[in-house]
Structure formats: C-alpha cells, structure tokens
C-alpha cells in the first residue's frame, strides 16, 4: 500500500524552528520529486518548494526562500522540510508530495500525505 506520512508539526513561537518528515512506505521515493505544499485557512494550497531526484536541486517560493530548506534520505525513505524562523503567516496545513515531474504545480504530484499542522503564534 503506498503511504506517505507527513510528522514534525506543532506549535511554536515566532522566530522557532519545526522540522516536518514525510516517510513514504510501499514504493522507493529515489525515483521521485518530493514535494511540499501549505494550505493556510481560507486559502488555496500552494506549493512552497520541491527536491528533485536525481541531482537533488531545490526550488523554494519567495516566501520561504532563506528560511525553510528541502532535503531527503533516500536510504531512508523520507524527506524533510526544516523550516527556520518561523512567522505567523507560516501558520497552515503542510503536505508533503510525490511526483515524476519536477514542478511546484500540484498536479503533477501523484501521492499525498494526509497533512501535518504547523502553527506559529506566540
């Protein structure tokens, strides 16, 4: 059964730090493009940044770019997101995503996890 798993969200405080996981089971993520996505209430999801999976480049929206830093362990199966000072408007649902092509566009990206909260107040 293919399953990704998205951990590490929370509550945390303006300037703090969160590092989300995505694990994936049933399939090897060393041939895919992971993908992160936000959707803040109210508002459509948007894509924030992606690894591709052969020569590992990243891409970050403006928004994050400096702040948030994309990685993965293929041995492990899983990606992450390390995301640094943290701001409210970071507050939002994140998903991590699955795809072939190395893209920020949602519909290129083929599984998904069920969404971890991050929350930034103080």
């Known amino acids: 059964q293919v399953q990704l798993v998205e951990s590490g969200g929370g509550l945390v405080q303006p300037g703090g730090s969160l590092r989300l996981s995505c694990a994936a089971s049933?399939?090897?993520?060393?041939?895919?493009?992971i993908g992160w996505f936000r959707q803040a209430p109210g508002k459509e999801r948007e894509g924030i940044s992606f690894i591709n999976n052969g020569d590992h480049h990243t891409y970050y929206v403006d928004s994050v770019k400096g702040r948030f830093s994309i990685s993965r362990d293929n041995a492990k199966n899983t990606g992450y997101l390390q995301m640094d000072n943290l701001e409210p408007d970071d507050t939002a649902v994140y998903y991590c995503a699955t795809g072939p092509v190395a893209t920020i566009l949602s519909a290129y990206y083929r599984y998904w996890g069920q969404g971890t909260q991050v929350t930034v107040a103080p």
């Open positions: 049933g399939f090897s993520l060393a041939n895919h493009v």
